[in-house]
């Protein structure tokens, strides 16, 4: 149970690339899979902690090298969190940027579509933030996902 199959340090060296890799590909996949999460999204996510567990276990099964590889996530994920919290750069890398969805009441459609955003979507964020269209002086997709709306104010 505490002896290990393989050196200590390639349990670290695999869970650095696997934490790379997956934060890479979700990046990849936009913001919209980093927000809210459908049932498709979450059995995604699901079945990626399965695909990548022998990757980072290395077909060890014994305690001490799972506790190995996850700690160091946890050290990764600390640190890249401190990072962000630091340089504006460090947290564009991992986090993006905001995406500007509309300008005075004119929706960019391409950008919509390019991010995945649903005319459903759209509507439900014009109505949490109790706007019409020809209201918006700015709209953003969040690095969270969410949509935030700027209403034009009142004169």
Do not use: C
Request: glycine share 10%; hydrophobic share 50%.
């Amino acid at each position: 149970m505490w002896q290990l199959g393989r050196p200590w340090w390639e349990f670290v060296a695999r869970a650095v690339v696997v934490y790379a890799a997956l934060l890479m590909m979700v990046r990849a996949s936009g913001k919209r899979t980093i927000g809210q999460f459908t049932p498709f999204d979450l059995v995604v996510m699901l079945l990626l902690g399965e695909a990548v567990s022998d990757a980072l276990g290395a077909g060890d099964e014994g305690v001490l090298g799972g506790l190995i590889a996850a700690a160091t996530l946890v050290l990764l994920n600390l640190f890249l969190g401190f990072a962000s919290t630091r340089t504006r750069t460090a947290e564009e890398i991992v986090e993006g940027r905001p995406v500007l969805l509309a300008r005075e009441g004119e929706v960019f459609v391409e950008v919509l579509r390019r991010h995945r955003l649903g005319q459903g979507e759209w509507e439900q964020a014009l109505r949490e933030a109790d706007a019409e269209l020809n209201e918006v002086r700015r709209a953003f997709l969040e690095t969270d996902g969410t949509i935030s709306i700027l209403k034009r104010k009142n004169r």
